[in-house]
């Protein structure tokens, strides 16, 4: 079988830098890795189809999964995770003190679709009683204005979209034109220490680590696509792909835990390691699709609960059937 050349665009993350360092290289393909960040990444791949392969956004591609694009298909690699509690920033003049108080508030989001906010809109549901139906949501850049989005949000019975035009959500919330702001990044007049805002859960730490007790849930925000095109032309690609992509991060995973020299500038690394692993198991980062089920099930129920998904979808129409099943020796 004669190699193929294939462009691959995702994050510099340390589960995937012995890709990026070519010391794990996927069967059969000389890999162009372009180490970049999410947003351009996932701009350019869903507009242009700029790459051979990607990383990619899990709400936008399980969007287009259920409105028939089938222009990618994915792996079941996960190289972005992150709990979202953490993501809730208010304006504390705007009487929040607690979840329930975000009802009939003013919310802002850089992208009503993005996977982050599915996630966060669905434990406010679920543990909060608080729909989507129940805020005024107001869309559009977060630190810089002319944000827009990459999938259009049909329109929904209850749902209200405002465009906040050359406005910036972060300006907003520190003004108290909006009450709070939900998204996968931290407004500037927060990192700047502004006065007027705070997160809804200064101790998120802590809830995070009950919400993961309570559904085992450590959300997947991106996954890994492959053009259509080159998958039905060469479809050992797929495996060939996730293969590596766990050898990646099993090698990244026996390197970080270094009892002699500490691999990152983290004094207590080690410590915080042991605690990931007493709670959440050995491997608290998995990779596949059985590993996973019950986190995209619920996913899939919250995208669909919040009026995203065109039609219905399973957690196993996302990925290449060649990646469902590995073989035994």
């Not at 996968?184 to 101790?203: F, I, M, T």
């Amino acid at each position: 079988m004669s190699r193929i050349n294939l462009a691959l665009a995702c994050g510099r993350y340390d589960r995937t830098m012995p890709l990026i360092e070519g010391r794990v290289a996927p069967e059969g393909i000389g890999l162009n890795y372009l180490p970049m960040a999410p947003e351009e990444i996932f701009w350019r791949m869903e507009i242009h189809n700029e790459f051979d392969a990607s990383e990619f956004s899990l709400g936008n591609y399980s969007i287009l999964t259920s409105r028939g694009d089938r222009r990618f298909i994915a792996i079941p690699v996960f190289p972005s995770r992150f709990f979202r509690h953490s993501s809730i920033f208010i304006n504390v003049r705007c009487g929040i003190q607690k979840p329930g108080d975000l009802r009939g508030k003013r919310i802002g989001t850089p992208d009503y679709t993005m996977t982050a906010n599915v996630w966060i809109r669905g434990f406010l549901q679920h543990d909060y009683g608080i729909r989507f139906s129940d805020v005024q949501w107001f869309a559009g850049g977060l630190n810089q204005p002319g944000r827009k989005p990459r999938i259009a949000v049909k329109p929904m019975e209850g749902l209200s979209i405002r465009d906040i035009g050359e406005n910036t959500l972060s300006k907003m919330l520190e003004d108290g034109e909006i009450d709070a702001v939900m998204g996968a990044r931290e407004p500037d007049c927060y990192l700047k220490g502004s006065p007027n805002v705070s997160r809804l859960w200064p101790d998120y730490h802590v809830v995070e680590e009950d919400y993961f007790r309570r559904t085992g849930i450590f959300p997947i925000m991106h996954i890994v696509v492959i053009r259509r095109d080159i998958y039905e032309h060469h479809p050992w690609v797929a495996q060939s792909l996730y293969k590596a992509f766990v050898q990646s991060k099993e090698l990244c995973a026996r390197e970080m835990l270094n009892r002699t020299t500490l691999r990152y500038m983290l004094p207590w690394i080690n410590e915080e390691i042991e605690k990931t692993v007493k709670l959440m198991g050995e491997d608290f980062w998995p990779y596949g699709l059985e590993s996973n089920r019950r986190l995209l099930d619920s996913f899939i129920t919250y995208a669909s609960e919040q009026g995203l998904l065109e039609s219905a979808i399973r957690s196993e129409d996302l990925f290449a059937k060649e990646t469902l099943e590995t073989f035994r020796v």
